[in-house]
């Protein structure tokens, strides 16, 4: 690539410095806005935001200032980003539904579990930190931190903060960057406490053992856990997974009413879900919801069953399946590490990491104090030589011109020393004094002594840490709110098993009308129908299945029962519901359970054995089923039941009885021949039977009955001809079966 020269500027391609320019990007929202650290647990705003408090004044114990004037404080002294962005990461911090151990104590509206994006605008809101917030600060200004200039250079601020206990675990956070994110879930302090102790008494100690002291995440809802125990501890060792959350609910008579709602679920949104359902006659078992939460109930939402004879355990299963009553969270525990590098952590390496940082810390405020009291017991020393001397040391006072080097060089101490004599008032050279500060003296050397002890042994500085985690525990620590159980995998209840099972009656017209009419005892010929349409087909079945539909094309359509209009009315045209090629006519309905077999053929003589469900299609355009020779026809599909053989008339007059053994079972199709017919012949008539019944040919007003040998001889096999029938009855068209 051509690169561009001029004076005092530098020669780079490109593509190099685009590269560089996204890297640097990118390494900046990494670091300094996406990733949490793992000493403190906080990404910088967060950090800047509490730091900032502080300063301010805006401890637990004082009284809350308004919002703004923190946010001003942090983007001019620290964070120099958007001001809408900065509000957002406080107001997360200050509410007790999406943080486990809230840092910031609010005032006002500061959102609501239903719609944590509700709060008031900065200027409305108050806020001060909260206790916990001590955990962080306590230690601030004792030497336990390093500090770094601001944006601008005008003044301090710390890199981290001096976490007493692993904040990382406790709050968690999410996140995104510059290709990595993270997720990072809330655990319970007094479960924490126990772990990280435990792995300071023993650094060997496995992921397993560890987690028996944390078992999974705890939120700040009292929602389920019910995710296994082998997915939750694949999370702590790997620090990915993901796990899963589900409502708590009680049942009162033919009310679910559920009190609890997984993380960062709305129960405006679960009510949403539900009443959508319901809309679509999907929860046909629900004849209400409602949300009854309120200050005394945060979370009441009510679930009305249709009856008290509906299994409310299924029809929860059926919601867990379908809405967020059971939701799902993603693990991604990337961090900042104490090497400065983004990375994965498990829970072992997390506390591992987090107690070496703890040690340099705690090590790091034992040797600020010590140097504070060896300053002290520094100048403790010369004041009592001072007060052995007194006399003498009012002369030189009185007598000198500048009596700190005659003090320095009289009683052999420093500057430092005489500086503190000569600060002295009158009120303090009382005998009492004196012995105020040998006994000073003696507290403050027995107190440097325990703090070189800890600072030279290690066991002695691992049981201070500890002695102080089992403080913070005891202080800030709470039972954990979400409980770990084992729970059935949910499952949707197919919506057919939902629906009323009403006998129902499937009416459809030579126009292609269709209606439901209600019971089976419906006189489905003498239903009114439309000026010059006139009944078709009818099918009997239940409310809860579906009705299939033939067209004379040969493709099968079908249609949910419960969808169909009601036969009060003239019905609705098949052709506003599904969508038949133009010019396609309707041939029947059909209602079956789906394993029924049924007999599909062409009244040219080919035909094959199947089941229902066959029939079954979701497209409006239907699909193939039996597949017509030129001239052919479409014949009435008829369940065999418990048929043994078809009879089947030709036009040629011949009557064949065939074993419906014979004949194949197929998808969709064809078919096999079924009869053996002649140029211009063709099948005038079909019915299934059993041996033992009779057989009425019908040709005009003559009847032939057929049974025992009489009916066996018409017996063929599959292809056959068949027998000519008597002489008078080879014009017959019908056969009908006698029960």
Known sequence: MTSLAHHATENRSVAEFTEQAYLNYAMYVI????????????????????????????????????????????????????????????????????????????QGNWGSPDDPKSFAAMRYTEAKLSQYSELLLSELGQGTCEWQDNFDGSMKEPVNLPARVPNILLNGTTGIAVGMATDIPPHNLREVVKGTIALIRNPNLTDEKIA??????????????????????????TGRGSYRMRAVYTIDKNEIIITELPYQVSGSKIITQI?????????????????????????????????????????????????????????NMNMIGADGRPQVKSIRRILLEWIEIRKTTVTRRLQYHLNKIEKRLHILGGLIIAYLNIDEVIQIIREEDQPKPVLMQRFNIDEIQAEAILELKLRHLAKLEEMEMRREQEELEAKAAVIREQLANPESLKSLIISELKDDAKKFGDDRRSPIVQRAEAAAINETEMLPADPVTVVLSEAGWIRCAKGHEVDAENLNFRAGDQYLSHAQGKSNQRVYVLDDTGRSYALAINTLPSARGLGEPLSSKLSPGSGVGFKQVLVAEDETEILAASNKGYGFKTQAKQLDTSAKAGKAFLNLSEGAEVMNLQPLEDATHVALLSSAGRLLIVDLAELPVLNKGKGNKLIQLEDGDQILSMTLLKLDEIIQVLAGQQQLKLKGDDLRKYIGKRGAKGQLLPRGYQKANKLLIQR
């Open 31 to 106: 670091m300094d806005r996406a990733l949490p650290h793992i000493s403190d647990g906080l990404k910088p705003v967060q950090r800047r935001i509490v730091y900032a408090m502080s300063e301010l004044g805006l401890k637990w114990t004082s009284k809350p200032k308004k919002s703004a004037r923190t946010v001003g404080d942090v983007l001019g002294k620290y964070h120099p980003h958007g001001d809408s962005a900065c509000y957002e990461a406080m107001v997360l911090m200050a509410q007790p539904f999406s943080y486990r151990y809230p840092f910031i104590e609010g």
């Open 212 to 237: 028996d002291y944390i078992p999974a995440p705890d939120l700040p809802t009292k929602a389920e856990i019910i995710t296994p125990p082998a997915e939750l501890l694949k999370i702590q060792t």
């Open 275 to 331: 009443a959508d359902q319901m809309q679509a006659k999907k929860l046909p078992l629900v004849s209400d919801v409602r949300d009854e939460s309120d200050h005394a109930n945060p979370t009441r939402l009510v679930i009305v069953l249709r009856s008290n004879r509906i299994d409310a355990e299924s029809v929860m299963s059926h919601l867990f399946a379908t809405t967020d009553l059971e939701s799902s969270y993603r693990v």
